[in-house]
């Protein structure tokens, strides 16, 4: 997707896709004079964050980041504007640092925020739930947040980061009074935007005063972007009882949960250019091909279809 990218716009850069790095080597990568930025995809979006000088809001908003780029200025806080990008993928020298950004947020937002309708109307009472507890998990939930979705329950089965998870955006800023991260803790009268909540058991009764979930966002983690097997999720019924149905957005390259009847359901595949597309914006301080990045994203998808299809 970004060699196509790259060679759209005529570019002569290239993007080395690794495996798995362990902290060290990651560590190696970033110090490394000639490194020139990293998409990070799983693994090492929250750990980055104490190798990287600079942070943007949104990043340093999530606790987490998946773009890592040198850069000549301090833009801590800072919006980076696209002559920013320009002018310091153009500065030749030393590098002062490293800035890191979040653009999976963005992605899961947009992937949302376009098939929205009068019947996922977003009101007081919605709900949402985000199953996973890693860096692409905040990023889900920072999303769901800058949609105004007020109440958005976290579950990660035996995972105590759900719960540092939901303390962490309780207690931000743009938010700061004190809010429960239990579901059984969940109050019928606040005054907050949004409210963070762990679900430890999917076998909690969904609370009465709230409506049943019109956003499920499942972060769990997969083989990779191919079509190998993967272990599966079954959605609880109690989450899918909303007479509307709603949207269910999956980071995954594979499908981990089954259809569901009236829901929507976008893909990884189809998540995947739109998170990316910012981040190239990024890596390179040019306009995205963003056609050409999701045409891409099918073309491998359906050569990995055929190169295992059972002969």
């Not at 110090?31 to 930025?37: E, L």
């Not at 937002?109 to 098939?115: A, D, L, V």
């Not at 301080?285 to 999701?294: F, K, Q, V």
Request: charged letters at 20%; glycine letters at 6%; proline letters at 7%.
């Amino acid at each position: 997707m970004y060699q196509a990218a790259l060679r759209g716009l005529g570019l002569p850069h290239s993007f080395k896709g690794e495996g798995a790095w362990s902290r060290r080597e990651f560590s190696d990568v970033l110090s490394d004079p000639s490194f020139d930025g990293v998409a990070i995809d799983y693994g090492f979006k929250v750990a980055a964050i104490s190798h990287i000088q600079y942070l943007s809001t949104h990043a340093r908003n999530i606790g987490a980041v998946n773009t890592v780029i040198p850069t000549q200025g301090d833009w801590s806080g800072n919006d980076v504007s696209k002559l920013d990008l320009q002018l310091n993928k153009a500065f030749i020298g030393p590098k002062k640092g490293l800035f890191g950004e979040n653009t999976d947020w963005i992605g899961i937002y947009r992937c949302i925020e376009q098939r929205i309708s009068s019947a996922h109307a977003i009101t007081p009472k919605t709900t949402a739930v985000v199953i996973g507890a890693d860096g692409t998990s905040r990023a889900a939930i920072y999303a769901l947040i800058q949609l105004k979705v007020p109440n958005i329950f976290v579950y990660r089965p035996g995972d105590p980061k759900a719960h540092t998870i939901a303390n962490h955006f309780n207690s931000l800023d743009m938010n700061s009074a004190a809010r429960p991260d239990n579901m059984h803790q969940a109050k019928r009268q606040r005054t907050q935007a949004y409210q963070i909540h762990v679900i430890e058991s999917p076998d909690d009764k969904w609370p009465t005063w709230l409506s049943p979930p019109t956003f499920v966002v499942s972060c769990l983690p997969s083989h990779g972007a191919s079509i190998r097997q993967s272990p599966q999720f079954q959605l609880p019924s109690s989450w899918l009882t909303s007479p509307t149905g709603g949207i269910i957005v999956e980071t995954s390259y594979e499908p981990l949960i089954d259809p569901v009847k009236d829901w929507m359901t976008v893909s990884g595949l189809q998540l995947l250019p739109e998170r990316a597309a910012p981040q190239f914006e990024l890596l390179t301080g040019r306009r995205s091909p963003r056609t050409r990045m999701a045409l891409a994203v099918w073309k491998h998808h359906e050569a990995e279809k055929l190169r295992l299809k059972p002969q």
